[in-house]
């Protein structure tokens, strides 16, 4: 995967924890490195929602034992994880 293709993979992960998890207001200090779970932005719920949205945005199936902190705890963590499983490393 190419930057260009990796950048915007993160942009669209971003605006969708901003628009969808966080709402337009508490979104403001968001950023690619904010923790996600540390700050209590995604809980049990929204990493359900946000394996779905993963699923149906870029064809990727996250395995239950990759739903954890370590893939889960920033947007970059995020956009690693869905990158190495598009390209079957995972």
């Given at each position: 995967m190419s930057d260009t293709e990796r950048q915007?993979?993160?942009e669209k992960l971003t605006r969708?924890?901003?628009d969808?998890?966080?709402g337009e207001q508490d979104a403001t200090d968001l950023t690619t490195t904010t923790p996600l779970l540390e700050w209590g932005i995604l809980n049990s719920?929204?990493?359900?929602r946000l394996t779905v949205y993963l699923r149906?945005?870029?064809g990727v199936?996250?395995?239950?034992?990759?739903?954890n902190a370590e893939h889960f705890k920033d947007l970059e963590s995020i956009t690693d994880l869905v990158t190495e499983l598009r390209l079957g490393t995972r």
């Open positions: 915007a993979l993160l969708y924890v901003s969808e998890v966080l719920v929204e990493t359900a149906q945005e870029f199936r996250v395995p239950p034992m990759q739903v």
